[in-house]
């Protein structure tokens, strides 16, 4: 089943639904998570309803789908968990940009390389892209192991691309691209 891809036995990556805003507002706001997004100001409550709202819908459209990381602690309940984004989509050439959240509770447990790989499969197999591609701002040390420590390969540098803690940083880009 392609939707299969979305989940492991206790992961799952489910569309964002409107009613996922006030969970999107908080983490988005979040000064330990805002080191690694490119937000530059505060997500105001509204945006957060729009983007909930856009990115559950179709990856042709808008370029970009969001999924909430759920983990089943319960039987009756899942417990969201973070993110992850596909975004930068290009159909033409198919391939996409990937990005995870995961808030600090859930970090350094392994659910960020599961997070990882169900996007990564849905991408390449299910979506049938060429390649997908992460960019790591060089100072985000975390970000930089994980990558170094998935099939991700490092790929490109782009020297003082990317402003931030008062100094221009380098964008580092990894891929993956099945051969």
Known sequence: MRLSTLRDNELSLRPIEPQDA????????????AESNCLYEPLARYQAKQLASAGGSNLFE???LIFIAQIRQD??????????EIYDYDHFHRRA?????????WQR????????????????????LHQVYA??????????????????????????????????????IYQLCPE
């Open 22 to 33: 006030p969970l999107l507002y908080g983490w988005e706001n979040d000064p330990q998570l």
């Open 62 to 64: 808008n370029g970009f």
């Open 135 to 172: 960019e790591v701002v060089a100072d985000n040390q975390s970000a930089l192991l994980f990558f170094e420590n998935s099939p991700y390969k490092r790929v490109a540098t782009l020297p003082q691309w990317q402003w931030q803690h008062g100094d221009y940083q380098e964008l580092i």
């Open 109 to 128: 447990k392994g659910y960020g390389k599961r997070m990882l790989t169900c996007i990564s499969r849905y991408a390449l197999e299910t979506l049938r």
């Open 75 to 84: 039987p009756a309940e899942d417990t969201p968990i973070g993110y992850v």
């Open 97 to 105: 940009a990937i990005g995870l959240v995961l808030t600090p509770k």
